[in-house]
């Protein structure tokens, strides 16, 4: 197995032996590796460092002449594949090309009938939660998002709404209808302790980082989005540095139920203003959960990237937090955070000593006249231009 990077995805490719594969109970070799072994694998990885799509070939990676693979020339086999993909005849019924079109407006890219909606095409949580309301708006089908990925392809999807669809009325996603319905939230405590622990934080950064932050008077009264570039595991730490103690109190994090794994975790998490959230069995609730933070005129800090770079460049935004800027109609203040990635870059356990990590608050974004699109462009453009990333 070797793993590259992929159009922004970390994509395997995996040399199989079929003449030893007949040996064994495997028939549906691509389902194989679907089913068991990618999910195991990425079960034991970081969320960064998990595949989401691969390929299989019947033939040795290519080497040097002293064994290691020569990694430019993995390319050419996913170029062959997409190639060979493309010549596959295509379904020819309504419901199937009207959930290509809708997939393929979320991904962002071509898609074909023998695809996985997770492990080929890469839909990520939000663009999974769309296609699920999609389905269920349009065909009255209401299925999970661990049923929607149990199907092996985005054509076998396709044939079970067909089958099964108890209406014909093709509409598009309701965010609004989304965010408007009830939802449990107890918000938590925020510790008294809490602006010493902030005082702390930032004086240990100052003292093993030339640590510097500027533009929090930028964060406008009332309720907004608070949306920094993502380069270390303490960038929530960074930002929340240079807020005010008031807008502090009134302001929340949200963090993955994975990552607050133990009672410690958790009784921190109450304490200080982190809202826990199960974004893979819960993803409409959590997004509903953001939403009522911001309903009762609160902040919330959202990290657009969904997680840390990998290269120190910006990697994509998700939607998340435009829909809700949108539909809330609530500003964000895109935050640049710069020299994180060379201080604290994923995969080492120390800091680099002395290195500069600058914080800086930006003009807000307000959401009137904008897509959802629109705005998520606008708002990483700024930082960009911060960062003088071109």
């Known amino acids: 197995v070797a793993i590259i990077e992929h159009k922004g995805l970390l ?14 109970d495997i028939s549906d070799v691509r389902q194989y590796f679907k089913d068991k072994f ?6 034991k990885q970081s969320s960064y460092k998990r595949v989401m799509q691969f390929t299989i070939i019947d033939k040795e990676l290519p080497r040097t002449n ?6 430019y020339k993995l390319h050419q086999f996913v ?10 005849k295509e379904p020819d019924f309504e419901v199937y090309r009207t959930i290509k079109h809708f997939v393929e407006e979320q991904s962002n890219s071509k898609v074909f009938a023998n695809q996985h909606i997770e492990y080929d095409i890469a839909l990520d ?15 009255g089908i209401v299925m999970t998002e661990a049923e929607l990925v149990a199907f092996a392809n985005i054509g076998e999807l396709a044939e079970h709404v067909e089958k099964n669809k108890t209406k014909l009325q093709v509409e598009a996603i309701n965010w609004s209808s989304i965010l408007k319905e009830k939802v449990q939230l107890k918000l938590p405590q925020t510790s008294i302790f809490q602006g010493v622990i902030k005082n702390a934080c930032k004086g240990i950064f100052k003292i093993i980082f030339r640590f510097k932050g500027e533009g929090a008077e930028q964060i406008p009264q009332g309720p907004c989005i608070i949306a920094p570039n993502h380069q270390s595991f303490f960038d929530g730490l960074f930002v929340a540095s240079f807020i005010k103690r008031r807008t502090m109190r009134n302001t929340y994090f949200y963090a993955k139920k994975k990552h607050v794994n133990n009672r410690f ?30 309903k009762r005129g609160r902040n919330i800090i959202i990290f657009p990237e ?13 939607k998340t937090f435009a829909i809700l800027s949108a539909e809330l109609n609530v500003p964000i203040v895109p935050v640049a955070i710069s020299g ?38 606008v708002v990483k453009n700024r930082i960009k231009h911060s960062l003088k990333i071109v």
């Open 11 to 24: 994509h395997a490719l995996i040399s199989v032996n079929y003449a030893e594969l007949q040996k064994t």
């Open 38 to 43: 990618l999910p195991e694998f990425n079960a």
């Open 66 to 71: 002293l064994g290691k693979i020569q990694r």
């Open 79 to 88: 170029n062959a594949e997409a190639k060979q993909r493309e010549k596959t």
């Open 125 to 139: 949580s939000l663009g999974k939660l769309g296609l699920i309301e999609f389905i269920a708006q349009s065909y």
């Open 265 to 294: 975790l958790q009784f921190m998490a109450r304490r200080n203003n982190v809202i826990v959230m199960d974004l893979h069995n819960e993803l409409k609730e959590s997004i509903q959960k953001m939403a009522e933070v911001l």
């Open 306 to 318: 969904g997680t840390r770079t990998k290269d120190g460049m910006i990697g994509d935004f998700k």
């Open 340 to 377: 994180a990635f060379e201080a604290l870059p994923t995969g080492k356990h120390l800091p680099k000593l002395f290195s500069k990590i600058n914080v800086k608050f930006l003009q807000p974004v307000y959401p009137t006249g904008h897509t959802y699109e629109s705005l998520s462009e």
